[in-house]
């Protein structure tokens, strides 16, 4: 059985609950964003109609959500064990409230990233020879060089704090020479073009699926993301000249614009 948006809600909130219960009475970060990344294969398999009976266009975008997820799950979680623990969560994992609202916002943003992979995956109109149209492909590409600029940031900067001698720098190599934030710069593309990608079979109120950008957006520049990572650099890095010149001279996000 395919579920749609509100069987597919229930699912997305229902793993972050019982995980957030477990996370909090444990009071560990270790597995937030493994689980995060594990619902979005949930709701792939729960909606995706199965080879023969899913259009091209089904197939390719349900793919393109599960590559980048599994990539992310497995990047996340082994830099947590890593590490030891995440940064962000240091004191908000031992306040039980407020650790538990990241896991339903988690919850929160899994649903609605994944809402136009929901409608492509349940219309009735696609067709499993149905030619992919050229906003799909554009789509696709956007989605790619998302998923690359993702990757490669993530690798510099793990890569970089693996050297001791860089313990308590910053980096400013490669794409985070021309970005403070290049992999949420990534992350963000890749949902404009999983939606790109769904956009030719929306139809009426499905048109809320640009949502999923959106959130994407608003969420790690104005909430969890980037406000955090700034203020926890401007403590640590604050007050040398030389962090205050690289953060002066270089965009937050989007490279060479904002």
């Not at 064990?81 to 899994?110: C, E, S, Y």
């Amino acid at each position: 059985m395919v579920l749609g948006v509100w069987g597919c809600t229930a699912a997305a909130f229902g793993v972050q609950v019982v995980a957030g219960a477990v996370a909090v009475a444990l009071q560990t970060e270790k597995f937030f964003d493994l689980v995060g990344s594990l619902t979005y294969a949930l709701l792939v398999y729960l909606t995706y109609p199965g080879v023969g009976a899913a259009s091209v266009q089904a197939t390719l975008v349900s793919g393109a959500v599960l590559l980048c997820r599994v990539y992310l799950s497995g990047f996340l979680f082994y830099r947590v064990l890593h590490h030891n623990g995440d940064r962000r969560f240091a004191k908000v994992k031992k306040n039980p409230k407020r650790f538990f609202f990241f896991w339903i916002m988690q919850g929160l943003w899994t649903i609605v990233t994944f809402l136009p992979v929901i409608f492509v995956n349940t219309a009735t109109t696609s067709t499993s020879d149905a030619q992919l149209q050229p906003i799909d492909m554009l789509g696709l590409v956007v989605f790619a060089v998302g998923l690359v600029i993702e990757v490669v940031a993530d690798v510099q900067k793990f890569s970089f704090r693996s050297h001791a001698a860089n313990a308590d720098k910053f980096i400013t190599t490669g794409l985070w020479s021309i970005s403070r934030h290049p992999n949420y710069f990534g992350e963000i593309l890749v949902w404009v073009g999983i939606y790109i990608a769904s956009f030719s079979v929306l139809s009426g109120w499905q048109h809320v699926a640009v949502a999923s950008p959106l959130f994407t957006v608003w969420l790690l520049t104005s909430v969890s993301g980037i406000p955090i990572l700034e203020r926890m650099a401007n403590k640590r890095w604050g007050a040398l000249p030389e962090y205050v010149a690289y953060r002066d001279s270089t965009a937050v996000l989007i490279p060479f614009v904002w």
